[in-house]
């Protein structure tokens, strides 16, 4: 955490996505990494301040939190056009993660994480693919970000031989993982078997009791495509949640992503244990998957959070997009009420905070939080100005983004990322994504 004592002035500050009447005037200040005071700052610490910010009525929000994100697929970006789903991880995706290199997977990571902190992002949960996660954790540390980061099982059940790893192999990854990174406060392994289809039962069952007896959070996608649900129903005759279910891949500790294609009875599964689902609303539409029916389970008490997916299916890492996104689509499926914008905003805040563990610490900015935030510059989207959550999902754009700051650590300020040498990694990612398309084959 930063030991620098940061002041920002004459903002406005929403303390609380989930309060719609937190929003207050005055200055915050943050200190060891943290929010010591918010609101009203007393005179003797102000002064005590080593760099202070004048915000000029500028909006403070909690940083935004992105539970679904694939760093290693950032150099696929522009890739894999027009395509479904099934097809687009057999003919792109996959070949490319297989011709990953530790140099090439440091390099996506780089990209996806300047296209996160420059657009507000501070806390984010990805999922790797099945060789060298240790590398997506030295980027997030270098750079400054926190987050779950998911270690990718398959087997020979993908049909991909290239990315199948045997479970032990895989689990004994994880193990040299955790020996190394267990005791980080703000970077933690998740696991992640990638899906029904690319999964034996074994693999999935044994990825279970790992995470379990460690306490790790389970990642996976889940129903994202009618074609997936349907080869689940062939193979194993059952509905994709409701297979899930069946092997104990449900619960407080799970991560669904998508949900797409879901029946009353697996919403209802999902209730009942409490399993968190992960809205990638862009990613859906962009692979034609279909829209998720998240009133339904916002209306069960089901805890939703949003993420962007990786840039081979959506091209942004953009929270604010996918705001917008999220909250057009429930009108279009449902009604113009059915998923307010303030609502939007607590999903990517406080429902992300919650899903990821870090309730109270991330996701709000009341004294002794994280310093988890982002500055909004003032935006003639927006003016003469509403409310402050319709103004974040429908007015602003990531382009607003004047400040992001992790831990009390400036990342990103006014048009330049202060942990990323920008010149040198936008030479880095042609160079790398030229050699991983020669290696898979598709240059």
Request: charged fraction near 25%; proline fraction near 4%; hydrophobic fraction near 40%.
């Amino acid at each position: 955490m930063s030991g620098d004592a940061i002041l920002f002035r004459n903002a406005r500050i929403w303390v609380d996505p989930s309060v719609r009447e937190s929003v207050i005037t005055g200055d915050l200040l943050s200190e060891e990494g943290r929010v010591a005071a918010c609101g009203t700052v007393p005179e003797g610490a102000a002064a005590q301040a080593t760099e202070v910010v004048e915000a000029a009525g500028r909006l403070i929000i909690p940083g935004l939190i992105q539970t679904h994100v694939h760093l290693c697929q950032t150099l696929m970006r522009g890739l894999a056009e027009d395509v479904p789903l099934l097809e687009w991880l057999r003919r792109y995706i996959w070949p490319l993660e297989a011709a990953h290199t530790r140099d090439s997977l440091r390099v996506s990571a780089l990209l996806g994480c300047a296209s996160l902190i420059r657009s507000g992002t501070t806390a984010v949960m990805t999922f790797e693919t099945v060789r060298h996660t240790d590398v997506a954790f030295e980027v997030l540390e270098e750079v400054g970000l926190m987050g779950h980061i998911s270690h990718c099982l398959m087997d020979e059940t993908g049909g991909y031989p290239s990315l199948a790893v045997p479970l032990r192999e895989a689990l004994n990854d994880c193990e040299r993982i955790l020996e190394r990174w267990g005791g980080n406060r703000d970077l933690r392994l998740a696991i992640a078997p990638r899906f029904a289809l690319s999964s034996s039962s074994q693999n999935l069952r044994e990825a279970v009791r790992f995470a379990r007896e460690r306490g790790l959070l389970l990642h996976t996608h889940a129903a994202e495509q009618e074609e997936e649900v349907l080869l689940v129903q062939e193979r194993t005759g059952l509905g994709n949640v409701e297979y899930l279910d069946s092997l104990g891949l449900l619960g407080p500790d799970v991560c669904l992503t998508h949900c797409v294609h879901v029946q009353p009875e697996e919403v209802r599964r999902i209730a009942e244990t409490e399993t968190r689902v992960i809205h990638c609303p862009s990613a859906n539409l962009k692979l034609g998957s279909g829209i998720a029916p998240i009133t339904e389970f916002l209306k069960s008490g089901i805890l939703v959070s949003l993420g962007a997916d990786g840039a081979p299916c959506n091209n942004r890492l953009d929270a604010f997009t996918e705001m917008r996104t999220a909250a057009l689509l429930q009108k279009i499926r449902s009604d113009p009420a059915a998923l307010p914008p303030q609502r939007v905003v607590e999903m990517a805040t406080v429902g992300g905070a919650r899903t990821l563990g870090w309730e109270g610490e991330l996701g709000v900015l009341r004294a002794g939080a994280r310093a988890n935030l982002v500055m909004l510059d003032r935006s003639w989207q927006v003016e003469p100005g509403a409310d402050p959550a319709v103004d974040v999902v429908y007015g602003h754009s990531s382009e607003d983004v004047c400040l992001t700051m992790v831990n009390g650590r400036i990342l990103y300020r006014d048009g330049r990322l202060r942990t990323i040498d920008e010149e040198w990694l936008r030479k880095a990612a042609g160079e790398e994504r030229r050699k991983l398309m020669q290696r898979a084959g598709l240059l």
